[in-house]
């Protein structure tokens, strides 16, 4: 049965979230390249203003009372500029579950998953006054980038219509293979926000050995400390060299090993996809593995330009918004009868 016109106009919201989604994924990715992550120490304003001109005008003062950390102004625009795109986000969001309770009677309108991305900007909210005012603690950054991310991909479970059909059998596999490719995806960005977050980046400034080395000199057990403390300051990372290899090394090797499930996700998909949607997203899925290696290794022998590190992020966004397409194109719902529970 085709959707109704409320539901069209949710789905078309939807993707206006997506894309502002995006956006605030990519910006947040500059702030945090630009070092601007404490351009405002406080949180939502920035020295207690909407807007970084007025705390400008209090340029002599806010630098007496902050001596370690001088107003910079192009740092403080960028923070805010993220924020503001957060704030538009969030009210969207809002207005997408305030439909969603309006077209309740449609039984195809999802009802629930909108209130609960509601819930996680509210989460979202609360990481990132933290990322401020627990000084850039790396635990709390990383959670905050798998939140946004998170968060883009049910905005995009809720643009993507449902296949009208059954599964078919030689489909289940494929869909399972999905998921744990998903998994993995998640680990590796996990893996790549610890990375950024601990200023691990440019630990190896070769590939494909690091420092010259296939199994260089690493500290396994002090870069992975999730909690030191509060009241530490990590713009600019506080691990010694051996600990930051040992970063990047496990992100490096992570990208190796996602690398491989997607592909034999991809593989899967164009075998046995019965769609042109799934194998329109498998194939997306690898076109998205490709350029992602692509910026990575650019990333390394070019010495980690802004912009190179800007779009390594994106390139993230795109294998999240092309994975979770191909669970979308395999998780199909009967015509018959009421829709099956699920977010829809």
Not at 150 to 155: D, G, K, N, Q, V
Not at 235 to 257: K, M, S
Not at 287 to 303: E, H, K, P, S
């Amino acid at each position: 049965m085709p959707e109704t016109r409320r539901l069209i106009w949710f789905r078309r919201a939807a993707l206006a979230a997506v894309l502002l989604g995006a956006i605030v994924v990519v910006v947040g990715a500059w702030v945090r390249l630009t070092n601007a992550g404490l351009g405002c120490p406080d949180w939502p304003g920035c020295y207690g203003h909407i807007h970084p001109s007025q705390a400008a005008e209090r340029v002599s003062e806010i630098n007496a009372a902050n001596p370690e950390r001088p107003f910079d102004y192009q740092k403080a625009i960028n923070e805010m500029v993220h924020r503001y795109i957060v704030g538009a986000l969030g009210i969207l969001v809002i207005g997408l579950a305030v439909f969603s309770a309006w077209n309740r009677r449609d039984p195809a309108q999802p009802r629930v998953l909108p209130w609960m991305i509601v819930v996680l900007l509210g989460v979202q909210a609360l990481l990132g006054m933290w990322t401020v005012t627990l000084l850039l603690k790396p635990l709390i950054v990383t959670l905050h980038l798998l939140g946004g991310l998170l968060t883009l991909a049910l905005l995009w479970w809720l643009a993507l219509r449902p296949a009208r059909r059954e599964l078919k059998a030689a489909e289940r596999p494929v869909r399972r293979l999905v998921i744990a490719g998903l998994v993995v995806l998640v680990v590796q960005i996990s893996l790549g926000g610890w990375t950024s977050t601990n200023y691990a980046a440019a630990a190896c400034p070769d590939f494909p050995a690091c420092q010259g080395s296939f199994w260089p000199q690493m500290d396994f057990a002090n870069g992975f400390v999730l909690w030191r403390g509060l009241g530490i300051d990590y713009e600019g990372g506080v691990l010694d060299a051996p600990a930051r290899v040992a970063i990047h090394y496990a992100h490096r090797l992570g990208a190796y090993a996602t690398a491989i499930v997607l592909a034999l996700v991809v593989a899967g998909a164009l075998r046995r996809g019965q769609t042109s949607a799934a194998k329109l997203a498998a194939t997306a899925v690898a076109v998205a593995v490709i350029v992602q290696i692509a910026i990575g290794m650019n990333l390394i022998w070019r010495g980690w330009p802004l912009w190179l590190g800007t779009a390594h992020n994106a390139g993230a966004v795109l294998l999240v918004l092309s994975t979770v397409a191909l669970l979308r194109s395999l998780n199909p719902r009967s015509e018959v009868g009421r829709y099956r529970p699920s977010f829809r």
